[in-house]
């Protein structure tokens, strides 16, 4: 039970976090390297978790989020989704405001 303490620690405590396979410089999978392209593009900071290194974040963050796949962003304690929907999100102009408010908190 402490892994999952541990994922609802750093997600209460980074307002935007991104799980990942790798990091945004290296990422190891066509998904995870999309989803961090995009977040950069939004201008802000943000923490990412590799699920590579942390394989019992990667086996238990699923329980946790009730999502089966990674990457995964969390905005402000929320599961926004995955790498589609964060796409998604930046095209249509949703992600970018969401990721500016939760960066000035």
């Known amino acids: 039970m402490e892994i999952l303490e541990e994922i609802k620690a750093q997600v209460e405590e980074n307002p935007i976090l991104l799980y ?11 998904f995870s390297s999309q989803a ?3 977040l950069m593009a939004c201008g802000e900071r943000f923490a990412y978790i590799d699920i590579l290194a ?7 963050l699923p329980e946790f989020s009730e999502w089966p796949t990674f990457p995964q ?5 929320e599961l926004v989704g995955g ?3 964060i796409t998604e999100m930046y095209q249509s102009g949703e992600l970018e405001p969401m990721i500016k408010g939760a960066s000035a908190e």
């Open 20 to 30: 990942m396979k790798g990091s945004p410089d290296a990422p190891q999978c066509g």
């Open 36 to 38: 961090s392209q995009v």
């Open 73 to 77: 962003l969390f905005i402000n304690g």
């Open 54 to 60: 942390n394989p019992e974040i990667r086996a238990n």
């Open 83 to 85: 790498c589609d929907i």
